[in-house]
């Protein structure tokens, strides 16, 4: 299979916070969401990827190509947390740039997708929104036929109704089965609804990298009353030393990875569908014992 982005080792120093030897791949064909909190690594992850600052060891493989060959530019497209056009530019003057920068430029293309998002012709950018801004990053980053999109933040700002659009022209760039998205974002929803992959981190380390059917459709929150969490520790059903758990004030919450397998056991404890951020939660605060 075709890696898209393939880092090894990465790391990167920043006074008292550093990325630890970050390994990250996005084949062809996956959309790969980076989750984790504010001052995390995400970031510097992507701008690292990007060629933006240059770390201090690993490696880095954009589209096969190592990353001083520039060559892959034209074929990625790119969208930060904030439009990144200058604010006194009108869309004309953005198409102009679009077509000086890229061969591949499609400006019907441009135009469709910025219609759909309700951008007019004679806007000004400082006159958007912060949600419109996005949605004209995401019409650049489309125009100019990538093979790969990197995403940070791209549904900040936007309603529940104009996220649901941008996924839907997310999913329609994947449809052909040879490209890829690598997608940071806080609203783990959308994740829920396009990702294959989720890589976690924090503090600068990759915590774990998980297919997302193993989180949400696989994986299960153990709502144990007294005695239960006894009952399921004792079942086997999660490795002793792996256990991950959080006090509630009607018991203990458990991450179990196989829900399905707490069904057959017939133990009669409660076991919900996990959630990202209810998967999150329990990897990165909870006991483990």
């Known amino acids: 299979m075709e890696n898209l982005i393939e880092a090894r080792g ?15 791949e996005v084949p062809a064909g996956y959309v790969v969401g980076l989750v ?35 060559s892959w530019r034209q074929r990625v497209g790119v969208v930060f947390d904030s439009c990144s056009f200058p604010n006194d530019a009108r869309i004309e003057d953005i198409v102009r740039i679009g077509r000086a920068a890229y061969p ?19 806007k000004i950018v400082k006159d958007l929104s912060r949600g419109m801004g996005m949605k004209l990053s ?3 980053a489309l125009a100019h036929d990538p093979q790969l999109l990197i995403l940070d933040e791209p549904t900040a700002g936007l309603d529940p109704l104009a996220r649901g659009e941008v996924l839907d022209q997310l999913l329609d760039f994947m449809a052909d089965g040879t490209r890829g998205i690598l997608m940071s974002t806080h609203v783990t929803t959308d994740l829920e609804r396009i990702a294959d992959w989720i890589v976690c981190v924090d503090g600068g380390h990759v915590v774990f990298t998980q297919a997302k059917d193993d989180i949400c459709s696989r994986a299960g929150i153990a709502r144990c009353r007294a005695g239960e969490y006894d009952v399921l520790a004792a079942s086997g059903l999660v ?18 990875p196989d829900r399905f ?12 569908p996990a959630s990202i951020d209810a998967y999150l939660e329990l990897v990165m605060k909870g006991e483990t014992r």
Not at 50 to 63: D, F, H, K, S
Not at 242 to 255: F, K, N, S, T
């Open 261 to 272: 397998a707490l069904e057959r056991a017939g133990l009669g404890i409660v076991c919900e």
């Open 104 to 122: 591949r430029w499609d400006e019907a293309r441009f135009w469709e997708v910025a219609h759909t998002s309700g951008i007019a012709k004679g």
């Open 10 to 24: 990465l790391v990167k120093r920043y006074g008292d916070f550093a990325l630890d030897r970050v390994d990250l």
């Open 239 to 256: 490795p002793v030393g792996e256990m991950r758990c959080i006090a509630r004030p009607y018991g203990m919450d458990v991450l179990v």
């Open 36 to 70: 984790g909190s504010n001052g995390t690594g995400k970031t510097t992850i992507i701008k690292s990827l990007l060629g933006l600052i240059r770390p201090e060891a690993g490696e880095v493989r954009m589209l096969g190509l190592p990353l001083p060959d520039g």
């Open 138 to 140: 995401l019409a650049f």
